[in-house]
């Protein structure tokens, strides 16, 4: 009976290893609650902001919200199955953080195969609780107002802090970078020849954009294209034709282009105003992310006189 015993404890201490001390939640979901502050629980229908970090189990990041620069923001509703990661939601608070382990399995309809890349048991998500606001007996409008609040004091924040991080950028860089009046900054690294682009040069160009952190989001070149999680094998990297003040590209773009010639080679620091602003592109470019483009001109080609002219479109009506 005493051998009997201590089998089902070593038994139960390997489950509770093999656990990594996670609670069991419905649906097969782990749970552990890494920090704990004794603000009021999440209650169904509050809102709530949260930065999380999805990841394998071996640690290879899937997708972050850091990334993007600002949380997610979302009102809590019942969890719509048993196990979905926003069951765990009611269990914090402000300030709380956990890590969240979904079976991949219970996350596809049979037979679905799984996003590629993806192995293990399981998909992990680090979970942190940034702000709270409760609906309690506040009236739509009240708490509508709360969050709208909410929403300006973060686009406040953060747009604040970008001409900072521009300046330190610059610092630590050890660029000597003029800047103009809508606050593009650029260093020429070559000069070129010649007299500058102007609207309607058409501009063949290699680049590669990248934000400040070092991160590349968009290149010509296929070696440095492969660094970013837009890289796609069945583009053609090579340089690209940029019709000046034509081509529907970035303001920052548009300016800095006038400032170059033919072989000319340049940096530019762009501030999200002249970038993508509030908004960011493409999951890879987040809210009021200034950006530094690496540009070489190869070419530029002037519009021919003699081409026959395309009508322009009539301007929409005005209802």
């Not at 997708?63 to 809590?76: A, E, F, L, N, W």
Request: with cysteine; proline share 7%; aromatic share 8%.
């Amino acid at each position: 009976m005493r051998k009997n015993l201590m089998i089902i404890a070593v038994a139960a201490l390997g489950l509770a290893s093999c656990k990594g001390g996670f609670k069991q939640g419905e649906g097969g979901l782990l749970y552990n609650i890494r920090t704990d502050k004794s603000t009021p629980n999440i209650k169904i229908g509050d809102f709530i902001s949260l930065n999380l970090i999805l990841k394998t189990e071996s640690d290879s990041v899937i997708g972050s919200t850091y990334d993007m620069g600002r949380p997610i923001p979302q009102i809590v509703e019942k969890a719509p199955k048993k196990g979905d990661i926003t069951s765990v939601f009611p269990l914090l608070s402000e300030g709380d953080s956990a890590t969240i382990k979904l079976n991949i399995d219970s996350m596809f309809k049979k037979g679905a195969p799984k996003p590629p890349g993806i192995k293990g048991k399981y998909i992990i998500y680090e979970v942190k609780i940034e702000k709270v606001i409760a609906k309690g007996n506040a009236t739509d409008a009240v708490f509508q107002a709360h969050i709208t609040d909410y929403f300006k004091a973060q686009t406040d924040a953060i747009k604040k802090q970008e001409p900072a991080k521009i300046d330190k950028f610059v610092a630590d860089k050890k660029l000597n970078v003029t800047t103009t009046k809508s606050g593009l900054k650029y260093q020429i690294t070559k000069p070129g020849s010649g007299p500058n682009l102007v609207p309607g040069d058409t501009a063949v160009l290699n680049y590669t954009g990248k934000l400040l952190d070092g991160k590349v989001f968009d290149s010509s070149f296929q070696d440095e294209a492969k660094k970013s999680k837009a890289f796609n094998p069945g583009r053609k990297y090579e340089p690209i034709k940029i019709a000046v003040a034509q081509s529907p590209v970035i303001q920052g773009w548009t300016e800095g282009l006038q400032l170059l010639n033919k072989g000319s080679k340049a940096t530019f620091i762009i501030p999200s105003a002249l970038g993508y602003g509030e908004q960011g592109a493409g999951g890879l470019i987040p809210a009021f992310a200034p950006l530094q483009f690496d540009i070489e001109i190869l070419n530029i080609i002037k519009p021919n006189p003699n081409a026959p002219k395309t009508a322009q479109p009539a301007a929409p009506a005005v209802r």
